[in-house]
């Protein structure tokens, strides 16, 4: 058995832009690169979501992943995926060395906004398998005030009925692991008639390094989601650890003060599935579960946990067997075209399979320089099936060629040509495989390095390219 840790960040920004330094989302303070964790998860709920947002985060990175990105790529981590929808984004990352099996990647999202078609409330999520787990990421903003129970309630059931990944039709429910995370909004039991004032003088009279749920015992009682959870109402199977934190909600923005026209409440939360908790290969483990104070730029505090997830025996940390291997690319001229050699075990190829190209040092799987697509011809196979052409019958085409080897183990040898404008700058670069029918990373290439060529070169041109 192995471990992956998952640190895990939600926060309603108000629609605010990242005016302070992110560095204080990751409360990493004196950590080893062994002690960082081998995922983050990032949900933002309240993004700014007007049309000219919208056009320009379409094409480029939005202020709030931009900043993550500038701050995480000092932790050689990856920007694997990210999720939006209006005002919800849900950025994901890994450690480097995690990128060759992540396996079937896919994303879902449901709008419970206005009438069900408004996308300001709702969840965006991220599903993907990672040495034979199955997780799922789940970032929601649920509907606001007191009186809004019932739909919040209901915003879960319609989240967890609409969500489903890939061909499979996967649904949340059926991972292995699930973190559910987000501005939930649910608020404490107005029945009980506590005000504002109440709550927030109750809060003030507690050390500020020790107020959580264990030392507010008779507003923590309070709570609408920790009373929907035991009744089985929402969120059933799911677990929470105890927020070691007060009510994060409504803060004076730019104030450690509660703005009193609402009543405090823990709205912002993070909770967890196993698919059987009974099963000793799907163990979830929650090691920390804080709020950051000194961030305040919102009328909420992002709220962080930290977790371990435990991974199967073949999921081996190092020795990661990859369907896809590169050979060694001991040239890349520029200029001119460059052959590299596949060696492909049990997989067949499909046409749309694209190789990239991205720099050694890449920080996004969205960063690549160049692609190359395999062939994209179609035929037809018979009378009553028509099917894309397999890899394995075609011939020398779209700069691919299969060579008459086959390794000991069985795997074969394919050769592509990459033109001379795959690489236009001298550096090191990585080549990563795609597959385009489960969306997953078969292979990642060892770093090159591109070079301009020094000597005179034969000007005949093979034949049959």
């Known amino acids: 058995m ?12 108000a629609t605010r832009s990242p005016r302070q330094p992110l560095e204080d989302l990751l409360q990493w303070n004196g950590r080893t690169d062994r002690q960082l964790p081998d ?12 049309p000219q947002n919208l056009l320009l985060d379409s094409v480029f990175d939005d202020p709030w992943t931009a900043a993550l990105r ?30 060759p099996l992540l396996k079937e990647m896919q994303t879902s999202e449901t709008r419970t906004g206005i009438l069900g078609v408004w996308g300001n409330k709702g969840a965006v999520s991220f599903s993907f398998k990672i040495y034979g787990a199955t997780i799922c990421c789940v970032n929601c903003h649920f509907a606001a005030h007191e009186e809004y129970l019932k739909h919040r309630i209901k915003d879960y059931h319609t989240i967890i009925e609409s969500q489903h990944f890939g061909s499979s039709r996967k649904v949340i429910l059926d991972h292995d692991y699930v973190f559910w995370f987000g501005d939930l909004n649910f608020r404490l039991d107005n029945s009980k008639l506590k005000s504002a004032e109440e709550i927030a003088r109750h809060v003030n009279n507690v050390n500020l ?15 609408e989601l920790s009373s929907v959870m035991q009744k089985s109402k929402a969120f059933k199977g799911f677990f929470e650890h105890l927020p070691m934190f007060p009510p994060t909600y409504r803060y004076i923005f730019g104030s450690s003060s509660y703005d009193l026209k609402r009543r405090p409440a823990w709205t912002d939360r993070i909770l967890y599935k196993t698919i059987d908790s009974s099963n000793e290969k799907c163990v979830l483990e929650v090691l920390s579960y804080k709020c950051i104070e000194s961030i305040q730029l919102s009328d909420h505090r992002p709220v962080y946990s930290e977790s371990s997830v435990q991974i199967s025996s073949e999921g081996n ?13 001991k040239t890349w001229h520029l200029d001119t075209e460059n052959e590299v050699n596949l060696q492909i075990k049990e997989y067949i190829p499909w046409v749309n399979d694209w190789i ?3 720099q050694e040092k890449y920080t996004s799987l969205d960063d ?10 179609i035929m037809e196979c018979d009378e009553s099936n028509n099917e894309y052409r397999r890899f394995d019958d075609m011939t020398s085409v779209c700069r691919v060629k299969f060579v008459p080897e086959v390794f000991s183990d069985g795997s074969k040898r394919v050769c592509l040509k990459f033109s001379e404008t795959s690489v236009l700058n001298p550096g090191t670069y990585r080549l990563i495989y795609f597959s385009s029918t489960n969306n997953s990373v078969l292979g990642v290439s060892n770093p090159f390095i591109a070079t301009k060529q020094t000597c ?10």
């Not at 192995?2 to 920004?13: A, H, R």
């Not at 998860?41 to 700014?48: A, M, R």
């Not at 005179?456 to 390219?465: D, F, I, K, P």
């Open 317 to 329: 940390f190092n020795n990661v067997d990859q369907p896809v291997i590169f050979q060694p690319i």
């Open 2 to 13: 192995g471990d992956l840790t998952f640190y895990t960040v939600t926060f309603n920004v």
């Open 70 to 99: 500038d701050v995480l790529s000092g932790y050689h981590y990856v920007k694997i995926r990210t999720v939006k929808m209006v005002g919800l984004l849900l950025n994901v990352f890994c450690k480097r060395k995690h990128v």
């Open 456 to 465: 005179a070169l034969n000007t005949s041109r093979e034949v049959g390219w």
């Open 209 to 223: 390094s020790q107020r959580s749920a264990t030392t507010l015992p008779d507003i923590w009682l309070q709570d």
């Open 368 to 377: 690549y320089i160049s692609y190359v697509y395999l062939p994209s011809e």
């Open 356 to 358: 990239g190209v991205f």
């Open 39 to 50: 995922f983050c998860l990032f949900g933002f709920q309240e993004i700014k979501a007007q």
